[in-house]
Structures are given as C-alpha cells and as structure tokens.
C-alpha cells in the first residue's frame, strides 16, 4: 500500500501516542504541524546510509526533551548527524538541542 505524505499527519492523528520517523525531511520539516497526538522524527540522512538511523536514535530518545513517549507527543523533531531541531505544539519556534555526549 502507497500512503501520500499528506496523508500521514491524518493518520497519525487516529493512531494516539505514534513515533514516526522519515527521512523525507523536505515534505515534513516545516511543512506538518506539531500536534499533540503524535511526534514526527525527521531523519536528515542519505538513503545508502539508512543502516545508521537506529546508531542516531539511541542517543536521541537519551535527550531530556525526547526520553518519554510523552515528552515527544507535540513535536516535529530534525535530526543530522551535526544537529537537533525541534519545534511544538503552540510554540512553533525551532529549537536546536546539543547531542548527548
């Protein structure tokens, strides 16, 4: 089954407390809202390099802001291997966050 990015917030919104993760940073970065049912993990990563996602989510989910499920719900987070942004519900700055280290 083919889901359309546009389709994902919607789905995500019936589907309470899902993590999801992309590495379609152009059509999710800046383009979905935050909301809180769910977190949109956005993976700045090139597809011949995909082995290396779980290797950067580990130190991730360590991270204050992102360590509970409820912690994420609200946020639509960047994640390079240089940087964490993230910005939330009713606060639509972004924010940078450092790795954990």
């Known amino acids: 089954m083919v889901i359309k990015d546009e389709a994902i917030p919607r789905l995500l919104h019936k589907a309470k ?3 999801f ?3 379609d940073v152009p059509d999710f970065w800046r383009r979905v809202p935050a909301h809180p049912r769910y977190c949109i993990i956005c993976v700045d ?3 011949e390099r995909l082995c290396e996602v ?3 989510l580990r130190p991730l989910f360590r991270l ?3 360590r509970t499920k409820a912690l994420r719900m609200g946020k639509v987070v960047r994640v ?3 940087q964490i942004q993230y910005y939330a519900v009713g606060d639509e ?3 940078t966050l450092a ?3």
């Open 17 to 19: 407390g899902a993590t």
């Open 21 to 23: 993760i992309t590495t």
């Open 45 to 47: 990563m090139p597809h």
């Open 54 to 56: 779980p290797q950067l």
């Open 64 to 66: 204050a802001e992102l």
């Open 80 to 82: 390079s291997r240089g």
């Open 93 to 95: 700055r972004v924010r």
């Open 99 to 101: 790795w954990p280290g």
